[in-house]
C-alpha cells in the first residue's frame, strides 16, 4: 500500500491546509486592519468574522465551529456548532477568534491578531462562550510546577525554585480587569512583577514560551474560553503547561455545557483536555506585536505576517505575505 493511502488524517491536514489556514487569518487580518484606529470594535470585529467565514467555506474541509464568538442565535458571528467548508474534505473540529483584542484595533493599539485552530473531529474542547480560570507557563519545568488550584504565592515560589531565581525576579501577565484586583495585590505581595495587558490572552499565554524575550514567567487570571482552547494548542506546540476551569456559575451555563459533552463542570483540564490530537494554530498580526507585525497597506502591496503552529511536529512557522493581487480582499 502507498504511502499515500495509509498517511494518517492529521498528515492529511497538515499537508493540504496549512497554507489554506493562513490565507483565512490573513483574509481577517486584512479587513480589521482597515477598521484601525477609528474607535468602532463591533464594525472591525464584523468585517473580520465576515471575512474569515468567507475564506472558510472555500476551505475543502467538513468543519464544525466548536469554540466560536457566540451561540446559534448570535449569528452573523461564527457560533459555535456553525458548519464550514465546502463538505469535500476531511471532519475537522475549528477554534476562532477572528479578532483577539478588538480595543486594541479599535484603537490601533500593539497586539491584535486574527487567530483559529484547526484539528480532527473531536479533538477541540467543546464548551459554550464562557469564560475560564486559566494558568500556564512555558516549556523547560518538570510537570505539575505550577496548579490552577494552588495560591498564586504556592505557583511563583513554586516556579522561582525551579527556575533557579528568587521571586522578585518573576513577572506574571495578567489581563487589566477588577476582577483580577486580588490576583494582581496577591503577585505583588510576593515581590513579583505583574504586567497587564487590555487585551489578547492567546498572545499572551504565547509569551510564556520566551520569557527571555518577552519579560514574562507565568500567564494567571481569568479569560475567555475560545482563547483559551486556542492558546492551548500554540503551547503544545512550543512546550510548556497550561490547566484551566470553565466558570459554569449558572444554572443556565452548566445546561448549555452538559448540552455539549460537559459532565463535569468543576473539571480541571490540562492541555491535552483542550486540545488533543493534531492541532494547528494559525494567527496574523491585525496591530504590531512581540508576537507578528501587524497589516502594512501599501500603495501597490499589502504585507502581513503569520505565525502557525503545529503540534505533532512541534513545529512553529513564520509566513511573511506581499500581497499584490489586491482584489481578493474586497468582498465577494
Known sequence: MSQGITVQPGQIIERILTLELVRVTERAAVASARLRGRGNEKAADQAAVDAMRRELNKLPIDGTVVIGEGERDEAPMLF?????????????????????????????MPGSIAVMAMAEAGTLLAAPDVYMHKIAV???????????????????????????????ELTALVLDRPRHADLIAAIRKTGAGVRLISDGDVAGVIFTTKPEETGIDIYLGIGAAPEGVLAAGALRCIGGQMQARLILDTE?????????????????????????????????????????R???????????????????????????GEHRELAKFHLD
Do not use: W
Open 80 to 108: 459555535i456548532g456553525e458548519r464550514v467548508g465546502n463538505k469535500q474534505g476531511p471532519k475537522v473540529d475549528i477554534a476562532v477568534d477572528p479578532l483577539e483584542g478588538t480595543t486594541l484595533c479599535a484603537k490601533d
Open 138 to 168: 512555558g516549556p523547560g519545568y518538570s510537570a505539575g510546577v505550577v496548579d490552577l488550584d494552588a495560591s498564586p504565592e504556592e505557583n511563583l515560589h513554586s516556579l522561582a525554585k525551579a527556575k533557579g531565581v528568587k521571586v522578585n
Open 252 to 292: 443556565e451555563k452548566r445546561s448549555r455545557a452538559l448540552q455539549m459533552g460537559v459532565t463535569d463542570p468543576s473539571k480541571k483540564y490540562d492541555m491535552t483536555d483542550l486540545a488533543r490530537g493534531d492541532v494547528i494554530v494559525a494567527a496574523t498580526g491585525v496591530t504590531d506585536s512581540a508576537l507578528t
Open 294 to 320: 501587524g497589516v502594512h497597506f501599501g500603495k501597490e502591496v499589502i504585507t502581513t505576517e503569520t505565525v502557525v503552529y503545529r503540534s505533532a511536529t512541534g513545529t512553529v512557522r513564520r509566513i511573511y
